[in-house]
């Protein structure tokens, strides 16, 4: 019965990846380094393949191992996810919420959520992750996750959404360094010169308006980390193009914002969760609390 793996084998391997090295995985497993180090090498042999770099400190994977590492990830989580479902079906008084997120729609929904829900559920406790937006729904399909908070386009066949109303994009720049003639808005040919920071997810239209308006914008940046797009303001590298309510992770009197009009640019933020999968009542009532103090 050779080239089999067992869901300890994974759990092994998967926690030597994840902290680094055998010494820490051994300590999170509650086993022995030698016996964790046994386990390991019998499964290599198992498999017929090498699935670490022998000689770094830190663990590193072979192509083999990184392979492994994607699918156990991913069976595990199904797994986790499952056993979770079962133990918490018809309990939402306790439980855990474990959900994935884009840092702006985020900063923009889960404070305030959180802390309404949990004067109601206070034995509840969250799991946050953030990422971009399609590693975001790749958590939700492995069911690493049970709500997921984008600002991709989200497929209405295998997910239920909640679609949040249209935000503004503003452009931020630096009280050193502002343009526009108004105080509140700008256009976009009135930065036709500027250094720019743009978010991947809006490069494309966002150079397709500026086309159309004649000119190729001077984008020296193109990061989807809204954070440190506006630390790179704060240091008056350039303005940068974000939703407004990213105002929130960043209060800085250097800093200041315009909405972007002609054109006008906007974008949204959706949540969503599998329609195949089954929530837990905990989860449930999250989500009825969102719709009550975001949708309705």
């Not at 949990?118 to 969250?126: A, D, H, M, Q």
């Not at 809006?202 to 989807?224: E, G, H, Q, R």
């Not at 002609?262 to 009825?288: D, G």
Request: with cysteine.
């Amino acid at each position: 019965m050779g080239q089999t793996i067992g869901i300890k084998d994974m759990r092994a391997f998967f926690a030597i990846v994840e902290e680094g090295n055998i010494s820490h995985a051994a300590q999170r497993l509650g086993v022995a380094q030698p016996a964790l180090s046994r386990q390991m090498k019998h499964l290599e042999e198992n498999l017929h393949v090498k699935l670490f770099e022998r000689g770094s400190r830190r663990i590193r994977l072979t192509e083999a191992g990184q392979l492994l590492y994607g699918r156990v990830e991913s069976i595990l989580g199904m797994v986790d996810g499952t056993v979770r479902e079962i133990k918490e079906i018809g309990n939402g008084s306790k439980g855990v919420i474990r959900i994935g997120t884009i840092t702006t729609s985020g900063a923009m929904i889960l404070p305030d959520l959180i802390s309404e829900f949990r004067k109601i559920y206070p034995e509840v406790t969250f799991e946050i992750w953030e990422a971009e937006g399609a590693r975001i729904i790749e958590l939700l399909d492995s069911r690493l996750i049970e709500i997921a908070i984008t600002r991709t386009q989200v497929d209405n066949m295998a997910y239920e959404l909640l679609v949040l109303p249209n935000e503004p994009l503003v452009m931020v720049m630096n009280s050193k360094n502002v343009c526009g003639a108004d105080a509140d808005t700008i256009r976009l040919e009135e930065i036709k010169n500027k250094p720019l920071i743009i978010p991947l997810r809006w490069k494309t239209n966002f150079i397709a308006a500026c086309k159309k308006l004649n000119f190729d914008p001077n984008i020296i940046c193109v990061s989807d980390s809204i954070v440190q797009d506006l630390l790179m303001v704060k240091m008056n590298l350039g303005a940068a193009m974000i939703p407004v309510s990213s105002k929130r992770l960043l209060t800085d009197g250097d800093l200041i914002y315009k909405r972007i009009i002609e054109p006008e640019m906007t974008t949204h933020t959706v949540v969503s969760w599998r329609k195949n999968q089954t929530l837990s009542t905990a989860c449930k009532n999250f989500i009825e609390m969102f719709k009550k103090l975001f949708i309705e």
